[in-house]
């Protein structure tokens, strides 16, 4: 009994042949991938775990004085 082939589909939905003659990845690129996508979520890790301990509850407080200094000063010259 011969085993079943997966079927693939393309982002339409419609089936795609598997070529038997298509080369399977190298064991380099299977490496490249999988060390890509490790570097990409330690810098996601990095990036929120200092985000974290950087933050500043005061920073909106900020935007907040910048943005009615600049109201007073169009009041101020008229605009």
Do not use: C, N
Not at 19 to 35: C, E, G, K, Y
Not at 49 to 69: I, N
């Amino acid at each position: 009994m011969a085993a079943m082939r997966p079927i693939q589909f393309d982002p339409f939905g419609e089936p795609v042949a598997l070529d038997a003659d298509q080369p399977r990845s190298s064991t380099a690129s299977r490496i490249a991938l999988r060390s890509g996508v490790g570097l990409f979520w330690a810098m996601v890790v990095v990036i929120v775990a200092a985000r974290a301990a950087y933050f500043d509850p005061d920073f909106a407080e900020k935007f907040g004085s910048v943005a009615s200094l600049i109201g007073h000063l169009k009041t101020v010259v008229g605009a």
